[in-house]
């Protein structure tokens, strides 16, 4: 799977805390937030689930809106409205973890 740059139609954006609803659900790929506790934010990634910080997220995306992130980048377009977020890219590390699929496919591939 290829996160650095994809649309995803399965994301949701919302205020978040420290309930891992979107773990484990499979029509939940992604999930931008204006913040996430630091700990749901670390297992989110080792599972795989790519989440995005955006403060005023919630004030800019809508229900059916079509949005593409670049985690690479740090870039979230929403194709409905035209309009770019900035947001912090992820380092190289979580980016592997990402792309491997979670944490425990990323040290399989490591260890062969």
């Known amino acids: 799977m290829h996160t650095r740059r994809r649309r995803w139609q399965s994301v949701r954006a919302h205020s978040f805390g420290d309930s891992p609803d979107g773990l484990g659900r499979p029509h939940i790929d992604r ?16 599972v795989g689930l790519v989440i995005v910080e955006i403060p005023g997220i919630t004030d800019r995306v809508s229900d059916g809106d079509e949005v593409a992130v670049d985690v690479a980048a740090g870039t979230v377009t929403n194709h409905t409205t035209g309009e770019t977020f ?3 890219p992820l380092p190289e590390d979580l980016l592997e973890i990402l792309e491997a699929g979670g944490l425990v496919e990323h040290t399989k591939a490591r260890n062969g």
Do not use: G
């Open 86 to 88: 900035e947001t912090s």
């Open 31 to 46: 999930d931008l937030a204006e913040s996430f506790a630091r700990i749901f934010y670390r297992n989110a990634v080792n």
